[in-house]
């Protein structure tokens, strides 16, 4: 199975029949987990064996044929499968976190990533960090010996900046530091923080995934002691794993995740060729595209940009919105990575509690979108775009 393409890998990894020998996974709707005697459960509470199980909270067959394949489809050895992609990265913070810990951080993430790190870590003691993570030095100068770890999203969600993956590991490595790396915007299929030897990846299945804006879900990979050991430990005793129905469903996506994700990479190169340099945008960001100013980086670490990109549309606030309300063709929401394309205003959505210096340093301004792209015809998708500048 190491031998297998992604794309095998993500229909294939981690698969159980029952004794009845289905084709398609089987759901596994149960709290617990039946014994034969007292022995048994006894034995079981002490050391859980291979494919055993005791209550839904703390593992599950369908969960577990899920947490292997995407533990294999990222390059990892284990996965936990959570409630939602911030029920991911929050757990992983916490269980390998305490008061006095320090945290280096890049300062351009997720609004609620964000949250996480500067509320709810630092009311409990841990001290964090922000640094500009497209500034190595800036890397270099923050990571102290007593920095327990750090945390970065590969590709920033909004503004799509790219971190030098290998050398912040490096960096944090030779401090004893961990790596864990949100990888959704990179996607699953795409990923290479295993490749650049980050010690956890950790995507939101909500996005790609599923991908078509049905279901809730994250994902923590990384090496098994740290998988089954703190994380574990603490992901069961709090109630975040993932239900089976919502695993089910995963499995089910996964088959055509590749197909989908290069398809919706090729569209969003599409257009961001179709609209650089358009009169009403004040640029167009897409990671491996020449007008990104880190698109050497990108392709150097990733086979592509992933499946977003972000316009800055000239006229601010005011004109962003007309823009926005011409589209036919794109969703007004804030998901990404759906079969369906999405236009998302972050200053005045996901990132809207951020204090406005914090924005403008972060370069989230009143004209900015983050656009995803879908699975419909690229061609559409690009006139439905230029009609809908020619609104403003």
Not at 159 to 184: C, I, P, Q, S, Y
Not at 202 to 230: A, E, F, N, W, Y
Request: a negative charge; proline letters at 3%; charged letters at 20%.
């Amino acid at each position: 199975m190491d031998t297998w393409k992604k794309r095998t890998k993500a229909v294939h990894a981690g698969t159980r029949r029952s004794q009845y020998g289905e084709v398609s996974e089987a759901i596994y709707v149960t709290q617990g987990f039946v014994y034969p005697t007292a022995e048994a459960a006894e034995a079981r509470f002490e050391a859980l064996g291979e494919d055993e199980f005791i209550y839904a909270r703390y593992g599950n067959p369908t969960v577990r044929m899920f947490e292997d394949r995407m533990a294999m489809l990222m390059g990892y050895e284990d996965a936990f499968a959570c409630t939602s992609g911030m029920a991911a990265v929050s757990g992983a913070l916490t269980a390998l976190l305490k008061a006095g810990d320090h945290v280096v951080s890049s300062r351009a993430l997720f609004g609620s990533c964000l949250y996480v790190l500067e509320d709810i870590l630092a009311r409990f003691g841990v001290e964090v960090t922000l640094v500009d993570g497209t500034d190595n030095a800036a890397w270099d100068a923050a990571i102290r010996p007593d920095t327990r770890l750090v945390f970065l999203e590969s590709i920033s969600n909004p503004t799509l900046e790219v971190v030098d993956l290998r050398h912040v590991v490096k960096a944090a490595h030779a401090a004893g530091a961990l790596v864990l790396v949100d990888d959704a915007m990179a996607t699953p299929i795409y990923s290479y923080a295993a490749d650049c030897g980050a010690d956890i990846a950790i995507v939101s299945t909500t996005k790609h995934v599923d991908g078509q804006g049905r279901m809730l879900g994250g994902v923590i990979t990384g090496s098994r002691d740290l998988i089954r050991g703190p994380i574990e430990a603490y992901m069961k005793h709090t109630g975040g794993a993932m239900n089976p129905f919502t695993a089910w469903t995963h499995l089910k996506s996964l088959e055509t995740l590749d197909l989908r994700v290069n398809q919706q990479a090729a569209t969003a190169t599409a257009i961001a060729e179709a609209l650089d340099g358009h009169p009403k945008l004040a640029h167009v960001r897409y990671p491996t595209h020449a007008a990104h100013p880190q698109a050497e980086l990108a392709r150097a670490q990733g086979e592509t940009g992933g499946t977003v990109l972000a316009l800055e549309v000239r006229g601010g606030k005011e004109a962003c919105f007309k823009f926005l309300n011409a589209l036919e063709l794109f969703t007004i929401s804030n998901n990404f990575a759906d079969a369906k394309s999405i236009v998302t205003h972050p200053a005045t959505t996901t990132h809207q509690r951020l204090p406005q210096d914090q924005k403008d340093i972060l370069g989230i301004s009143g004209g900015m979108v983050r656009l995803s792209a879908g699975l419909e015809d690229a061609g559409d998708l690009i006139d439905d775009l230029k009609a809908a500048l020619d609104q403003i």
